[in-house]
C-alpha cells in the first residue's frame, strides 16, 4: 500500500482536515518503501491520519508522537513531512529542517508536485531561522558549551547549527580561567568563533611597587651620606686634637685668653665645631636613609597578581561578533 498524498502541505494541513487516502502500491518497489511489509504501510497509515487529525485540533506534541510512530512502522518522505508542521508550532526549527531534508531526498514523486513545492517553500524559510557555525577550541583540559550544552571534546572544530539570535558560549576547565559571553547569529554561515582559555599561569604576574632598584638606592644613598657624616666627625676630631696642639705651643702651660691667640689657631677650634654638628646632622641623615631604603625594600617585595584584562575580547563580523581572549595568546 503506497501513500499516495501522505504529507499534507502545511497551510494546507491548517485549512483542511482531510485524513490522506493510501494509493495502490505501484509495480516497481520504490527506495522509500523497499522492505516495508503491507502490514506496516497499513499501521503506518493509520497512525498517520490520527495524527493529521491531531494537528488539525492544535495538538502538535500529541500528533508529533504519532508521526514518530508512523515512522517506526515506515519511514516515508510524506510522513516526515507532516513532522515538520509539528515540530515548527513546537518550535524546533533544527529539527523540522532535519525531516524536511529527509523528506526532500527522494524529490517530487514520494510527496506530489503540489506538496513537494511546498516544502521546498518552507525549506527556504526554515533556512532564515538557522545559523551555522564552527566553534574551536583548543585546549585539551577545557569544557565548551552553547547555552549549556557541551560542544564535544577539546581541543577540536565542533560545526554548529544554531537558531537565528543570541546564544551563550562558556567555557572552563581545571586550572583553566572560565569565560562566558553572549553572541548573536546571524542565519547562514557566520565566522567561526575560537574559544582560547587562558591558565591562571598565563595571566598571573609578578609586580613590585616600585622598580627593584629604586628601594635600595635610597639605602645605598642613606649608607654614603652616614660614611660621610662619620668622616666629618672624624675630621672634627682631627682639628680640636690641633687645636689643643696649638694652644700648648703658643701658651705653655698658662692660660690663654682666646682673644689674645693667632687667627689660625682660632679658627681650628671653628672649624671643629662646624665639621662636628654637619658630621652629626650628615650621619643622622644617613642613618634615616638607611631606615627608609630597608622599610621600602621590605614594601618592595614581589606579589603575584591576576592580569585584570583577562577575558574575552570580540571582533565585530558581519554575523555578529568572533569571540577570542584579551591579553596575550
Known sequence: MELRRVGFALALLAAAPAAAQPAPSPA???????????AAKAQAQALLEEGNALIVQ???????????????????????FNMVRALINLD????????LERALAYGAEPLGPDVFAEASTYQRLLAQQIATVTITCDQPAATVTVDGEPIGACPGDHPLRLRVGPHTIAGDGVGLIATTRREGLAAGANPAIAVHLRTLVDVTVTRTRWATWKPWAVAAGGATLGGVGAALIVSARGLRSDYQAALVRECGELACDPAQL????????????????????????????VITGVVLVVLNRPYTVVERDAGIALTPTAGGWTIGVRGAL
Open 58 to 80: 492544535n495538538l502538535d506534541k500529541e500528533a508529533l508522537a504519532k508521526y514518530e510512530a508512523a515512522l517506526a512502522q515506515w519511514d516515508h518522505p510524506a510522513i516526515r
Open 28 to 38: 516497481a518497489e520504490t527506495p522509500w518503501s523497499k522492505g516495508v511489509s503491507d
Open 262 to 289: 693667632p687667627v689660625g689657631t682660632a679658627d681650628l677650634l671653628d672649624r671643629a665645631r662646624f665639621r662636628d654638628r654637619l658630621g652629626i646632622a650628615t650621619a643622622i641623615a644617613g642613618g634615616a636613609a
Open 92 to 99: 524546533r526549527p533544527i529539527d523540522a529542517q532535519d525531516n
